[in-house]
C-alpha cells in the first residue's frame, strides 16, 4: 500500500533526529511529491526540509524550502511559524554571506517573538541576530593587519552590536532558566570578545563556558572552551597555561575520536611549544600534526606542518632536516597552486642551500630569476634591529603565505608610478561605463532571483540595527517613487502564489485558508524602504569576485591564533625571515552553533484525526 505524505513524513523526521539527514531529505522530497492538504503539516515538512538541507550545506535547497515555509505561514496566519521561518531565513543567508539581509529576517522573528509573548522565540533571535554581527566581523577582520584590539571602526562596531544582542540573550535566558542557552551565549561572548582584543573579558566568558559544559557532560563545548582559553592566554604572554589547556583540548578530542580536532589541538601545542623556544617538543607535535593530515589527505595542512618543522628544525640549527621538510613544503604548495606558498618555500630552500653549500643546479632558471626579482623587492629599505621583548613579537618566524599576511602583489606596489593606478582606473571606467544597464534593476520582468521572497517577507525597520554604512544612493526617492508606481499595477503579482507551492493538494478544506488570509499579505513602504538599503549593499555582488582564498585545510583551526600573531607581525617582514644562526651564535572556535530547530512533526502528528 503506498505510504501517505504523513507517513513518510515522520520516517524522514526519525531519520534526521537519528543524524541521517540524507535519508531524512529523500523521505521528506517523497513526502512533497506524494503531497497533502493539511497546511500545517506541508509547513512542519517544509521547515524539516529546510534544515535537513542546511546541515548538508545544500544552502540553496534550504534557502528554497524556508521560503516555501514562510510563504505558507504567512499565507494562514501562522504568526510564529512565521518568526520561525523567518529565523531560518536568517540563519542560512548568514551562512551564504548575505549578512544584510540576514539582519532583517532575524529581526523579523524578533519582533513577532515579542509581539507574541513567545520569550523562547524572541531569546533565539536575539541569539540569531548576534550571530549574523559575529560572522559579518569575522569576515571583515579577515583582511585586517592591525595588532589585536586595534581594529577599523566599521569592525569594531559590527563586534559591539553582536556583543550587545549576545548579552540581551544571556539576560533572557537566565529569565528562562535555561542553562545550556546560558553556555552558548557565554561561549559567544568569549568569541567576540577576542576579536575585539579584550583577552580578560574573553577568559572570564569561556571560563564559564567551561564550567557550564561540565555540567552537563557537554565534551564537545568543554574541548572548545579549553581551546578558547588557550587562544586568549596566548595573547596575554601566559604561554605555559596555555599548554596546559591545549594539552587538555588534545584529549578531549582524542576521547571524541575527533581526529580533525586532535590534529588542530597538536597544531596549537607545536606552535605554542615554538614561543616558548622549546623546539624538540614543539617538533613532536607537529610530526603528530602532519601525521593525522597525511591520513586525512588534508595537503594544505600538510604543507603547514612542514613549513613549521623548517622552522623548529632551523632553530635547532638542523639545517638539513629544515632543507627536507622546506622542500616538502614547496612540493606541496606547488600542487595546490600556492603562488604565495611556493615563492616563501624556494625563499627558504634557497637560504638554506646556501648555508649548507648545496648545489643550486636542480633549481629552473626562470625560478631562480623569480627569486633574484622578488629579493630585490623584499630589501627595499632598511632592515630593523632584532629586539627581545616577553611577548609574541620577538619570535623569528617564516611567514606562512596563505595567512595573507604579505602578497607578492603587494609587495610589487613599492616601486609602482603613481600616474599607473590613474591610468588604470581610468581605463576601468571607461569599459565599466559600457556595463551600467547590467547593473541596474529591470522592472519590467518579474524577479524571480535569491532576494523575492526572503526580502519581501520582513516588513520591519532597522534604522538602528543595520551598519550606518549601508545607505542609498542620491537617486533613492526617485527610484523609490519609481518602483512604488511600478508596484501599484502589480500588486497581485506579489501576493502569494499557493499554486506554487511543493507538495499542496488544494481542496474546499483548505481554500477558505489559502485565499481569505492571503488577500492581506501586502508589502508595506517599510519593506520597500529595507529592501532598498539591503540591495544599495550589495553592488558589488555584481562585479568581479576576489580570488579565492584557497583550498580548506580542515586540521587547521579557521581563525588560529597563529594567525593573528602573524598579523600583529605583518610590519616587520624582515624579522619574519629565516635567519640561519653562524657557528658562534646560540641555537588562536567558531561561535557555538544554536541547536537544530526543534522538529514539530511530532505536535502536528497529534492533531491528525
Known amino acids: 500500500m503506498e505510504a501517505s505524505c504523513l507517513e513518510l513524513a515522520l520516517e524522514g523526521e526519525r531519520l534526521c533526529k537519528s543524524g541521517d539527514f540524507k535519508g531524512g531529505t529523500a523521505f521528506f522530497e517523497a513526502a512533497v511529491q506524494v503531497g497533502t492538504e493539511d497546511l500545517k503539516t506541508l509547513s512542519a515538512i517544509y521547515s524539516q526540509l529546510g534544515n535537513a538541507y542546511f546541515y548538508l550545506k545544500e544552502y540553496g535547497k534550504a534557502l528554497e524550502y524556508h521560503k516555501h515555509d514562510l510563504t505558507l505561514a504567512r499565507t494562514i496566519g501562522d504568526r510564529i511559524g512565521e518568526g520561525k521561518a523567518s529565523g531560518n531565513l536568517g540563519n542560512t543567508l548568514k551562512v551564504l554571506g548575505r ?10 522573528h524578533l519582533d513577532i517573538s515579542q509581539e507574541q509573548g513567545d520569550k523562547v522565540g524572541e531569546a533565539r533571535a536575539l541569539y540569531n541576530i548576534g550571530n549574523v554581527f559575529h560572522a559579518k566581523g569575522k569576515q571583515q577582520l579577515w583582511g585586517c593587519t592591525q595588532e589585536p584590539g586595534d581594529l577599523p571602526p566599521d569592525v569594531r562596531d559590527t563586534l559591539q552590536r553582536a556583543t550587545g544582542f549576545y548579552e540581551m540573550n544571556l539576560c533572557l535566558v537566565k529569565e528562562l532558566g535555561d542553562r545550556a542557552a546560558q553556555g552558548r551565549a557565554y561561549g559567544n561572548l568569549g568569541n567576540t570578545h577576542y576579536l575585539l582584543g579584550n583577552f580578560v573579558e574573553a577568559i572570564k566568558f569561556h571560563r564559564q563556558r567551561l564550567s557550564i559544559a561540565k555540567e552537563f557532560g557537554d565534551k564537545a563545548a568543554e574541548r572548545r572552551a579549553y581551546s578558547n582559553l588557550g587562544n586568549a592566554l596566548i595573547f596575554l604572554g601566559q604561554f605555559n597555561t596555555a599548554t596546559e589547556y591545549y594539552r587538555k583540548t588534545l584529549q578531549l578530542s582524542r576521547q571524541l575520536r575527533d581526529q580533525v580536532m586532535e590534529a588542530q589541538a597538536c597544531y596549537s601545542l607545536g606552535n605554542t611549544y615554538t614561543l616558548l623556544q622549546q623546539y624538540e617538543r614543539a617538533i613532536d607535535y607537529h610530526l603528530k600534526h602532519l601525521y593525522i593530515a597525511q591520513e586525512l589527505t588534508d595537503r594544505v595542512g600538510e604543507g603547514r606542518a612542514c613549513w613549521s618543522l623548517g622552522n623548529a628544525y632551523v632553530s635547532l640549527g638542523n639545517h638539513k632536516q629544515a632543507l627536507h621538510y622546506a622542500r616538502k613544503h614547496l612540493d606541496i604548495s606547488k600542487e595546490i597552486g600556492d603562488r604565495n606558498g611556493e615563492l616563501t618555500a624556494r625563499m627558504n630552500v634557497e637560504q638554506l642551500m646556501e648555508s649548507l653549500g648545496v648545489n643550486e643546479s636542480d633549481l629552473s632558471p626562470s625560478m631562480l630569476c623569480l627569486c633574484t626579482v622578488l629579493f630585490s623587492f623584499l630589501s627595499v629599505g632598511a632592515r630593523p634591529k632584532f629586539t627581545k621583548r616577553n611577548s609574541m613579537d620577538s619570535v623569528e618566524l617564516w611567514k606562512y603565505s596563505s595567512d595573507k599576511v604579505i602578497s607578492f602583489t603587494h609587495i610589487s606596489k613599492l616601486g609602482r608610478d603613481p600616474s599607473d593606478e590613474d591610468c588604470f582606473f581610468d581605463l576601468l571606467s571607461k569599459f565599466q561605463s559600457s556595463r551600467m544597464d547590467d547593473q541596474r534593476c529591470h522592472l519590467d520582468e518579474p524577479q524571480n532571483g535569491d532576494n523575492g521572497e526572503g526580502g519581501a517577507n520582513s516588513t520591519a525597520s532597522l534604522n538602528e540595527m543595520i551598519d550606518p554604512a549601508i545607505t542609498t544612493s542620491p537617486q533613492t526617492e526617485e527610484l523609490f517613487d519609481l518602483i512604488a508606481s511600478s508596484q ?3 500588486l497581485d503579482d506579489q501576493r502569494v502564489n499557493v499554486g506554487n507551492l511543493p507538495g499542496l493538494r488544494i481542496t474546499h478544506n483548505n481554500l477558505g485558508h489559502l485565499v481569505g488570509e492571503g488577500d492581506h499579505q501586502e508589502p508595506s513602504d517599510d519593506f520597500f524602504n529595507m529592501l532598498i538599503k539591503c540591495q544599495s ?17 580542515p586540521t587547521v583551526p ?13 610590519k616587520r617582514m624582515d624579522e619574519q625571515r629565516v635567519q640561519l644562526p653562524t657557528d658562534d651564535q646560540d641555537s588562536p572556535q567558531p561561535p557555538d552553533p544554536e541547536p537544530p530547530a526543534e522538529f514539530k512533526l511530532g505536535g502536528v502528528r497529534k492533531k491528525k484525526t
Open 537 to 553: 549593499s550589495r553592488i558589488d555582488d555584481q562585479r568581479c569576485s576576489p580570488p579565492e582564498t584557497g583550498p580548506h585545510a
Open 99 to 108: 549578512f544584510d539581509e540576514a539582519v532583517v529576517c532575524c529581526q523579523r
Open 558 to 570: 579557521d581563525e588560529d591564533f597563529f594567525s593573528l600573531i602573524q598579523r600583529v607581525q605583518a
Open 488 to 490: 501599484s499595477r502589480r
